[in-house]
């Protein structure tokens, strides 16, 4: 079992070796059991269930929240040869008994699906038709109210053990309280999972919280200190921008990123800061998933993060290679006040809930009782310019609708641009040979996508880029010049969002079913929050300390490296200083020996003590070796 696990292993992904837990989560999954999986965050979680997928005959389903990580995932393991496949949105029931049946008849391993597709009645009888071996809940807190980030739709996921109850299931997260992991068991209805569960305790990394009022004078002087490659977190879209560029401005080497760029756009800046020709990534916590970089030195927070479980998250993406790195959140106490003030006034009640779920269908003229099966598009801005509403809870009440399953919202900034030629080969070739720059990018394309003069073909304009080894904008310059001159057709995605409903118009009674999970959950994020303010508040107690208590582990030890630890340490010494002087005020001149036997310390330490205050001229030195207080 093992031979065969590490063979897959180094086959697709090139590894050596397994990391910590990955080879024993990976045979518990093969041997048969319910597993759950509590790695932190760059654990490697998806290896586990990726790895006995290959090493047995048999599909994998894999169940995640995110659309995004759906298709990088997917995206990922195509490009390692895995045959992989997920539901586009929008697709019809004709598309979908096509991707099934390509599911059972094509060799195909993974089936990536989201929580909301999976409460389809002909998607549940699609699955029947499947040999499913593992299914795999990905972010597997999700399922509990306790959770940071609860989706009432996870609770349905248990219906895949009542349709295919010979699958082993496995249950995967990086942050979960023991009370999480009560509700995983429960609600995914496993047997006596077995759980593996590894520490928090990160030995390298130093959580440092700084109260200061200048934050981008101490991000300066951090960076200046620091030539590794380092992420900076803030709040919105705009700062990563505006920060990224005062940066850029003050000589440092800096990208942005935020959910908001197209995905060209995310690859041209996730590259840069990977080959460090810009080291410094500015981002919104949208910059996060698949990271694997292993020689982040400092992740910063400008801005404190809405839990304990997203703080550790994004600061464990530092130090990954075992050196001594740093988690460093700048703050004040008006940060802790705007935190606390945005989450209530972002909050919005039952009944702004109602009005922002009635208007949505008024915006498509859906009457009551209609069910639209096609999509619509979406901008939020423009929706909240109609009605008159504050973005950020208009936002929050869409985030609502969407984890309880009422609506379903995609992005579409993810999805790929198409081509498609529309005069012949030979036509093409001849007229952009006189332009050797549009010739080179014509000539990648035709050796990268087939069947371009027939029909929409899906491109990537940066890996087009790279091979004609130019720049994406020079890409999309180019194809839009070609398009203007009827050469061909060049779709680029909508930044726009694609609605569908979910559930026929009932107004009220729709959200009225609801309401307690929704009281529930914007109970669970203010208490997130007041969690997060109570850790950045508390210096007193050791970093590390306090967020192994918060995940309820049992062996603590102060990590010697927070700015807790630090200030004590700094004050011992401070007061061990003032001993030595009050001694030689007393006994007018002594040995370093003499004083360790009246201080009870080791020599060695107190010699770090006498060489500071001689190197202040607080005291001096006689030929002798005793030490005096010099007048």
Not at 314 to 334: P, Q, V
Request: net charge positive; charged share 25%; aromatic share 8%.
């Amino acid at each position: 079992m093992y031979n065969k696990s590490l063979e897959i292993l180094k086959q697709y992904w090139g590894y050596p070796s397994f990391r910590t837990s990955q080879q024993e989560v990976i045979d518990s999954v093969m041997r048969g059991n319910d597993t759950i999986a509590l790695l932190p965050t760059g654990g490697g979680k998806s290896i586990c269930f990726q790895v006995p997928t290959l090493a047995q005959d048999g599909i994998c389903i894999v169940i995640s929240p995110l659309i995004a990580l759906i298709q990088d995932q997917v995206e990922s393991l195509i490009n390692k040869g895995i045959k992989a496949m997920a539901i586009p949105s929008g697709s019809s029931q004709e598309d979908m008994i096509r991707l099934f049946d390509n599911m059972l008849f094509g060799k195909y391993k993974f089936l990536y699906l989201s929580p909301e597709r999976l409460q389809s009645k002909f998607i549940q009888d699609k699955i029947k038709q499947l040999p499913v071996r593992i299914i795999a809940i990905d972010e597997a807190h999700c399922i509990s109210e306790w959770g940071h980030d609860f989706r009432p739709s996870y609770l349905q996921i248990s219906k895949l053990k009542e349709l295919k109850p010979e699958a082993t299931t496995i249950a995967l997260t990086a942050t979960a309280t023991t009370k999480v992991i009560e509700d995983i068991t429960k609600h995914l209805q496993l047997d006596t999972p077995v759980l593996f569960k590894n520490s928090f305790f990160k030995p390298n990394l130093a959580y440092q919280i700084h109260y200061c009022d200048d934050k981008l004078h101490t991000t300066i002087r951090i960076l200046k200190k620091n030539s590794a490659p380092s992420i900076i977190y803030v709040a919105t879209r705009k700062n990563t921008k505006e920060i990224s560029l005062f940066l850029n401005n003050q000589g440092f080497k800096s990208s942005f990123y935020h959910g908001g760029l197209s995905k060209i756009e995310k690859q041209t800046a996730f590259e840069h800061w990977m080959i460090e020709r810009t080291p410094i990534m500015v981002a919104t916590n949208a910059f996060g998933m698949g990271i694997d970089k292993p020689n982040v030195r400092i992740v910063l927070h400008l801005t404190l993060p809405p839990s304990i479980e997203n703080y550790v998250q994004e600061a464990g993406r530092a130090g990954r290679d075992g050196k001594n790195s740093y988690a460093i959140t700048l703050t004040n106490k008006a940060d802790i006040q705007k935190l606390q003030e945005r989450q209530v006034k972002n909050t919005p009640s039952i009944g702004e809930i109602k009005k922002i779920h009635q208007r949505l269908y008024l915006t498509y003229q859906i009457a009551l009782g209609e069910h639209p099966q096609k999509p619509f598009d979406f901008d939020l801005a423009s929706f909240c310019r109609a009605y008159n509403l504050p973005t950020n809870k208009t936002s929050q009440a869409l985030q609502v609708l969407l984890s309880n399953g009422i609506i379903n919202l995609q992005a579409n900034f993810n999805k790929k641009s198409t081509v498609r030629f529309l005069v012949s080969s030979a036509f093409l070739i001849n007229h952009c040979q006189k332009q050797p720059e549009i010739h080179k990018i014509i000539q990648v394309m035709l050796r990268l996508y087939g069947g371009v003069f027939g029909e929409y073909v899906t491109i990537n304009e940066y890996v087009i880029a790279k091979k004609a080894k130019t720049t994406s904008n020079q890409v999309i310059k180019y194809l839009n010049e070609l398009s203007e001159q009827n050469i061909l057709v060049y779709k680029k995605p909508s930044k726009n969002s694609t609605l569908h409903f979910l559930f026929p118009r009932e107004d009220d009674y729709t959200i009225n079913r609801i309401s307690k999970h929704i009281t529930s959950y914007f109970q669970q994020k203010q208490k997130k929050i007041t969690d997060t303010i109570s850790f950045i508040e508390n210096n007193q107690v050791c970093r590390s300390v306090q967020l192994l208590t918060y995940f309820e582990e049992k062996e603590k030890k102060a990590c010697g490296m927070c700015d807790v630890c630090v200030a004590k340490k700094k004050k011992k010494r401070n007061n061990t200083a003032m001993q030595i002087l009050g001694i030689l005020q007393k006994h007018h001149e002594m040995s370093s020996k003499e004083i360790c036997l009246v201080l009870h310390e080791e020599e060695q330490d107190i010699l770090i003590h006498l060489r500071q205050l001689l190197a202040n001229e607080i005291i001096g030195l006689t030929d002798y070796q005793k030490y005096f207080i010099r007048k």
